[in-house]
């Protein structure tokens, strides 16, 4: 008897920490802060729920905290692109470049964002900058869950059966995911902030 155990159709995130980041991770603090106190909030149209959102404009302004986080957010999707293509594609392309945009959103207590995908983009991401202590514990508390993609997959549930990965907001941890994958954000109380930068890619193959 001979076995092999096939698995199709893999989801596929990858989590990268930036070491070192805590004096961009206040320039990109002030910065939000800045933006927030001069420029109007970005969230109509979005599922973010009384949160402060940046326009998509971010990685165009002029900052340190920008200057220096930018690089490594280039660096990790062009990693992950690889990755995934290698994964979907029947064959590698010549060439793979990408157009990318990011936006930073801001959590105080009680905000929350709602169940969506990134529509127009292949590879979404999420740096996180600063969080709640709140949101760090165990728990739903400040979290973003990544959803069970396949739909049928919790048509008839299992005792335990995981259809939701929850991660914590820890400063200088980065998210890649595929954008069509199902995600959101729970709320938490208390003080804090839990601020993070949003960013999308649109792969373009030769
Ligand atoms: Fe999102």
């Given amino acids: 008897m001979t076995d092999r155990l096939i698995s199709i159709f893999p989801t596929t995130i990858l989590n990268r920490h930036l070491d070192g980041m805590e004096e961009v991770n206040q320039q990109l603090s002030a ?12 969230t109509t149209g979005t599922t973010t729920e009384g949160g402060f959102q940046t326009k ?13 986080l930018k ?3 280039l660096q990790a999707v062009q990693e992950y692109a690889s990755h995934v293509l290698r994964q979907e594609l029947q064959r590698s392309p ?7 945009w990011g936006w930073a959103v801001s959590y105080k207590a009680g905000h929350t964002q709602g169940l ?9 991401g999420v740096y996180y900058v600063s969080a709640p202590p709140s949101a760090l514990a165990p728990g739903d508390i400040g ?3 990544f959803y069970d993609p396949r739909a049928r997959a919790t048509m ?28 959101s954000v729970s709320a938490f109380q208390g003080e804090g902030e839990r601020l993070c930068i949003a960013f999308n890619a649109k792969l373009i193959l030769e």
């Fill in 31 to 42: 910065l939000v802060a800045q933006i927030a106190a001069t420029e109007p909030n970005n």
């Fill in 143 to 145: 979290k973003i869950s």
């Fill in 71 to 73: 690089p490594h957010i």
């Fill in 56 to 68: 998509e404009d971010l990685f165009q302004r002029d900052n340190p905290g920008i200057n220096a």
């Fill in 116 to 124: 969506h995908v990134h529509p127009g983009a292949n590879v979404s």
């Fill in 156 to 183: 008839v549930q299992l005792p335990y059966q995981v259809n939701r990965h929850r991660v914590a907001p820890v400063p200088g941890d980065m998210y890649l995911f595929p954008s069509w994958l199902e995600h």
């Fill in 94 to 100: 010549e060439k793979v470049d990408f157009i990318l």
